[in-house]
């Protein structure tokens, strides 16, 4: 049965967008007016490298079972949908219009589940130790998440690393690592069932008789999507420096000693959390996977683009790690240097500095 979703978001979205369509779920991307007149006249298009293949698969929605259209906040009618997918960056959900459509969600009661790099704040919730934690510092407003119960807000770790090649048009995404969606469970098994369903659906599907990577795994341990943060802190907020931003492989591999000490000490963040060592994505493998990141993350490219707002998953670690009594001089050191790479825009911005 083809189920609906809408996906907020049309850039990293599209991904899983893309995923469902090939299952023969229908899909609403929500994004802005341009954006979602292009989608709708010429579909999306997602490049990503099938195993063992040299050269990328462009995949349009235009070829695949599912249905796609994309609107925008204000015209989303929520009666038809069954899921909705959180695939903005985390600053994009203070704008007035998704403030209003969030409200709406959190109204609906319709289950969220969330493939942003920041966690939601209700999904945190959900973790004991962090329940009565105050990390709103790190979210650019905190007040979104007000309305949202827990037990409706999941997360999904992003770990496949895709982007928008900037020669293209705004439909265009290409896969640079095409590794899994790893899903939390809900706390309704309702929707646990609607959440396994389009897990298996979505394993089933083959091109020209081939597997298609990019799986949606979903786990019942709430603590399986917080691997990211090891990646996130040791990889993508290190690509911010004082200078130029660097590749995420550069991040990683120009003192792999460190590195390792600083995903280790994150790694022990979530374990005292409560997380289990098999929620956890060992440093080797996410070090051989950082070889083939050539590019900064994206924080780093947005820091860089001249953005005063960026999703702060370092700040929020940070938060926790002080709260916890487990402090990081290192994680600090990177906090620090992000804050002021963004001061440095803000004050730029402020004097009509170009």
């Known amino acids: ?3 609906n979703i809408l996906i907020l978001g049309a850039s990293y979205g599209s991904l899983l967008a893309t995923k469902l369509l090939m299952a023969g779920h229908n899909v609403t991307l929500v994004c802005r007016k341009k954006t979602a007149e292009l989608i709708n006249r010429d579909g999306t298009e997602v490049r990503i490298k099938l195993r063992d293949e040299a050269v990328h698969r462009a995949i349009r929605s235009r070829d695949l079972p599912g249905k796609l259209d994309a609107t925008t906040p204000a015209d989303v009618d929520l009666s038809r949908y069954e899921l909705v997918a959180l695939a903005m960056q985390e600053p994009q959900y203070a704008n007035h219009t998704i403030r209003v459509l969030m409200i709406k969600i959190a109204e609906a009661k319709l289950p969220c589940l969330s493939i942003m790099n920041m966690p939601p704040l209700p999904y945190l919730k959900r973790i004991p130790a962090l329940k009565e934690m105050d990390l709103e510092e790190a979210y650019t407003n905190a007040q979104v998440w007000e309305r949202f119960k827990p037990g409706l807000v999941s997360l999904c770790s992003p770990d496949p690393q ?8 705004a439909n265009v995404l290409h896969v640079g690592l095409a590794t899994n969606f790893k899903a939390a469970a809900f706390a309704d098994e309702t929707h646990n069932l609607l959440l396994r ?4 659906d979505i394993d089933a599907v083959k091109l020209d008789g081939q597997d298609v990577p990019v799986k949606l795994k979903v786990f019942d341990s709430v ?3 917080l691997a990211k943060w090891s990646m996130l802190l040791t990889g993508n907020y290190r690509c911010i420096t004082p200078h130029e931003p660097q590749s995420i492989r550069d991040a ?9 000490s600083i995903y280790d000490h994150v790694d022990a963040i979530a374990r005292r959390l409560g997380a289990e060592a098999k929620d956890q994505v060992p440093f080797e493998k996410y070090a051989k996977a950082a070889e083939s990141l050539l590019k900064p993350s994206s924080a780093a490219r947005a820091v860089a683009s001249g953005a005063p707002f960026i999703e702060r998953v370092d700040l929020l670690v ?8 487990l402090p990081s001089a290192e994680i600090d050191r990177t906090v620090e240097i992000v804050d002021q790479k963004l001061n440095d825009r803000i004050v730029a911005g402020g004097s009509g500095a170009p």
């Not at 369903?197 to 298996?200: G, H, I």
């Not at 990683?252 to 390792?260: F, I, Y």
């Open 162 to 169: 895709a982007f928008r090649p900037p020669e293209e048009a």
């Open 223 to 225: 603590f399986v999507p």
């Open 318 to 325: 940070k938060l926790i790690s002080h709260q916890l009594g």
């Open 252 to 260: 990683v591999h120009d003192d792999l000693k460190l590195s390792q």
């Open 1 to 3: 049965m083809a189920r």
């Open 197 to 200: 369903e389009l897990e298996a």
